[in-house]
């Protein structure tokens, strides 16, 4: 007799996965916003230092939101 096993997801699990996923969303998106300030600065060089400056903050915040993930599913 077969018998259908059910998976069943730990709710902190999903949690962990939840930040873990944003982190890397929030990130990528700080990369693409940091290319396209190099590629503005053709055009104007304060706009576009700003751009860049924004993604870095986006891709620090990113990169934090992943450690306190990985951090988190450590305990």
Request: glycine share 10%.
């Amino acid at each position: 007799m077969a018998r259908i096993w059910i998976s069943r997801f730990d709710p902190e699990l999903v949690n962990v996965f939840k930040r873990l996923f944003i982190g890397i969303g929030i990130k990528t998106i700080g990369y693409l916003t940091i290319s396209a300030g190099i590629f503005l600065s053709i055009k104007d060089k304060g706009l576009a230092l700003l751009i860049v400056c924004t993604g870095a903050l986006f891709v620090v915040f990113g990169w934090i939101l992943i450690y306190i993930a990985l951090r988190g599913a450590r305990r």
